[in-house]
Nanobody
Framework: QVQVVESGGGLVQPGGSLRLSCVASGTQISIYNMGWYRQAPGKQRELVAT???????NYADFVKGRFTISRDNAKNTVTLQMNSLKHEDTAVYFCNLHRAAPWREYWGQGTQVTVSS
């Protein structure tokens, strides 16, 4: 059974940094595209950043230049380094694994990030 667990969330002041980690078990992440999504209260879940199995990255415009996604297949881990955090980055952040053929998709339970002074 595949399990996805996020960690690293917390309370941080504006301008601060956090590093989120996502560890998968029950599968090898090397065959998956990985992503971070977030959902703020009253809003829909939105894409933050993705990294393909070939390590191609993609970022939402609102995090470009501030967030960095990376993966370590040997550790079955994907990381989101978040710098220059803003109030509007406050949300629950979710880790996602997906592959197209055959279709597989897994989500973690999320980790809360709160940016507040």
């Amino acid at each position: 059974q595949v399990q996805v667990v996020e960690s690293g969330g917390g309370l941080v002041q504006p301008g601060g940094s956090l590093r989120l980690s996502c560890v998968a078990s029950g599968t090898q992440i090397s065959i998956y595209n990985m992503g971070w999504y977030r959902q703020a209260p009253g809003k829909q879940r939105e894409l933050v950043a993705t990294i393909t199995d070939a390590r191609t990255t993609n970022y939402a415009d609102f995090v470009k230049g501030r967030f960095t996604i990376s993966r370590d297949n040997a550790k079955n881990t994907v990381t989101l380094q978040m710098n220059s955090l803003k109030h509007e980055d406050t949300a629950v952040y979710f880790c996602n694994l997906h592959r197209a053929a055959p279709w597989r998709e897994y989500w973690g339970q999320g980790t809360q990030v709160t940016v507040s002074s």
